[in-house]
């Protein structure tokens, strides 16, 4: 396994000005186990806020993994609208 290097990279606003307001800040944490072997043993529970300082979190407990991309692909788009 490969060792995980720190992001360093400083965001800016592609123009060589001042960084983006660095206080909102969203997190994602998807936990994920099997209930039994097989098909229809996925679960996961996805928890999320697009902005930690200001929302509240949401939590959905999944089956699938199509739901689960489902529900990261949403949380992107409310996090890159703010």
């Not at 800040?25 to 098909?39: A, C, H, K, T």
Request: glycine share 8%; net charge positive.
């Amino acid at each position: 396994m490969s060792r995980i290097e720190p992001n360093t990279h400083q965001p800016n606003d592609g123009a060589g000005g001042p960084s983006p307001d660095s206080t909102s800040n969203g997190v994602l944490v998807i936990r994920f186990w099997r209930e039994y072997p097989g098909p229809g043993g996925f679960r996961a529970r996805v928890s999320r806020t697009a902005d930690i300082a200001h929302k509240p979190r949401s939590s959905n407990l999944v089956t699938s993994v199509d739901e689960v991309r489902r529900l990261v692909e949403a949380w992107l788009h409310e996090c890159a609208s703010q």
